[in-house]
């Protein structure tokens, strides 16, 4: 669609197309007859139900659009004979261009005045000046509608113009109305739009032909969470974190499953899972993974909507692994990974693969793939076989365009931290990589944040899911922690950080957390003064500083 259209679509009224009003040259004064060439008439116009054409701007007054009628008015006042001929309507967005740019650009360079007169399906083009200027107007419409690559329908005319133009009578049409082409032009091209999504799904269909069946269901609700009260589930909600939830099916709402309270609940008929869980102490499940498991675990889409910090990789984590292994196919018959996680970072990627390897369950294998890491070495990975990817949506599209992964294997997708990779423009990689994913699959979408990129997201993406916000947590600091911010020039960190360091006490300890380098920070978090030499922290900062300077470069 053209800006002209998307402007006029708003004016449209919904009613059918309207017929433009005429747009007129700009004001000017006639010669000789002292009245002034009249510009569009907006109130007229709109009388009618017609479009205003007050996105038109009159040429800039000394241009030669403006001085026009002093040459196309040379035959006095009787006034002047245009040059007329009808173009399909389609062209004449190009034509007219954004905000009329292009056609005031016709007129500069041809020195006439143009007319356009919008039907429905064709428009009427008038040239006003002389025959040098309306053929040299003519011409340059020409080659732009030969650029559209449309055929127009024209009006005969005697004017010696088309006796030197490439063009053919189609003599079988009314005279009145000769279809003329251009004959270098191409035909225009019927799109057959009903036999396009016939294709396209029969194209879906074999695509997708050939794969194992899925399953998705893992839940068992223990009977503490069924025995819940709508009140007793309403408090939990309000107690942890303000969560809120949502299905977003269209048509009659399901029920959102009551939350897990215990890590039993969502998992005590998954020993191995139960068993990882004790290994590293968890209390309870944060309020995400109490929420977000027992839809998870139905194999409902879910939207969460948390911020870092809440628990939300390991709610997606731990029922993937269940989805994973439980599989009627067995992971080692399959052709590729089972699990995908899109996330924005590299870091992030780095730090969702600790989180698998830590809670890893029964063998199951994962990869990190980023851009910036060992390409060959991400690929050998990758062919030797692997069950989950956590991958950075530039890097792993690289991969999946020179066909050194099988995303069609996938049947449990994570799109982690939604917001900021559409923040960081992954759009089109995340398009291009889910053209390849079964559409059957279960899809979790996370994000701090729900705007309408997400939305859209979500809905091109997700199929019939639910939503669970977790209200902000309390992040304010404690207050038996005295807080010092300090703000120092670029050229005198690394002097203040000697300085900070030779002045801690021996039983003080010190997180320096260097650009990006977050594998160098948890390094530094390890040191406390008593067991390093301040000089090796030091030189240890220097180095990290060093390598993060090297790498801008
Ligand atoms: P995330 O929001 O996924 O970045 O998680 C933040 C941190 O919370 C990670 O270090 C997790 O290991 C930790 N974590 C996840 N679940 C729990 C839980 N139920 N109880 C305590 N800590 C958790």
Request: overall charge neutral; hydrophobic content about 35%; some cysteine.
């Amino acid at each position: 669609m053209s800006d002209w259209e998307a402007d006029s679509d708003g004016d449209g009224g919904g009613s059918g197309p309207a017929a433009l009003p005429e747009w007129r040259p700009p004001p000017a004064p006639c010669a000789g007859s002292g009245e002034q060439a009249r510009s569009p008439e907006p109130e007229r116009a709109e009388a009618r139900g017609g479009r205003r054409l007050e996105a038109w701007r009159p040429p800039e007054a000394g241009s030669a659009a403006a001085r026009g009628p002093q040459t196309w008015q040379r035959r006095g006042e009787q006034g002047v004979e245009p040059l007329r001929f009808r173009l399909d309507s389609t062209v004449i967005g190009a034509l007219i261009g954004r905000g009329g740019a292009k056609i005031r650009e016709l007129e500069d360079l041809s020195g006439s005045r143009i007319q356009i007169i919008r039907g429905e399906h064709e428009a009427e083009v008038k040239i006003f000046g002389n025959d040098v200027t309306q053929n040299k107007a003519k011409m340059l419409i020409d080659d732009l509608v030969k650029r559209c690559s449309q055929t127009y329908p024209a009006e005969r005319t005697e004017k010696a113009f088309f006796k030197h133009q490439d063009f053919s009578y189609n003599d079988s049409q009314d005279s009145s109305c000769d279809f003329v082409k251009c004959r270098n032009a191409p035909q225009k091209s019927v799109i057959d739009w009903t036999s396009l999504r016939e294709n396209k799904a029969r194209y879906e269909a074999m695509k997708w032909a050939d794969l194992p069946p899925i399953e998705k269901n893992f839940y068992k609700e223990s009977p503490t969470v069924a025995s819940m009260s709508r009140e007793e589930v309403e408090n939990w909600r309000k107690e942890n974190n303000d969560i809120t939830c949502d299905d977003l099916k269209g048509g009659e709402k399901r029920y959102i499953p009551n939350p897990a309270c215990k890590f039993e609940d969502a998992f005590k008929h998954y020993p191995d899972v139960m068993a990882n869980i004790r290994k590293v102490g968890f209390q309870k499940p944060t309020p995400i993974q109490s929420q977000g498991w027992p839809i998870i675990l139905q194999g409902i889409d879910l939207i969460g909507i948390a911020q870092t910090g809440t628990g939300k990789t390991l709610a997606y984590l731990m029922p993937g692994f269940v989805h994973l292994d439980s599989q009627p196919i067995p992971r080692h018959q399959r052709d590729g990974p089972g699990m995908l996680v899109l996330i924005p970072t590299r870091e992030l990627a780095l730090q969702v693969e600790a989180e698998c390897s830590k809670y890893t369950y029964k063998g199951i294998k994962s990869i990190c793939i980023y851009g910036g890491g060992d390409r060959k070495g991400q690929i050998n990975m990758v062919t030797k076989g692997v069950d989950i990817v956590i991958a950075t949506p530039g890097r792993l599209n690289d991969l999946q365009k020179n066909n050194f992964i099988n995303l069609k294997s996938i049947t449990y997708l994570v799109l982690d931290e939604a917001d900021r990779m559409l923040d960081m423009g992954f759009e089109p990689q995340i398009m291009k990589i889910l053209i390849d994913i079964r559409p059957d699959r279960q899809t979790v979408m996370t994000s701090a944040t729900w705007p309408d990129g997400v939305r859209r997201l979500a809905k091109s993406y997700l199929k019939d899911p639910m939503i669970v916000y977790v209200g902000t947590l309390d992040l304010t600091a404690v207050n038996t922690v005295e807080q010092q911010v300090v703000v120092i020039p670029e050229e005198e960190k690394r002097a203040f950080t000697r300085y900070f360091i030779d002045t801690m006490k021996p039983t003080d300890k010190v997180i320096i957390f260097v650009g990006k380098k977050l594998t160098y920070v948890i390094k530094l978090m390890t040191y406390q003064v008593t067991s390093v030499s301040r000089e090796y922290l030091f030189s240890l900062f220097m180095a990290t500083e060093n390598s993060v300077i090297e790498n801008k470069l």
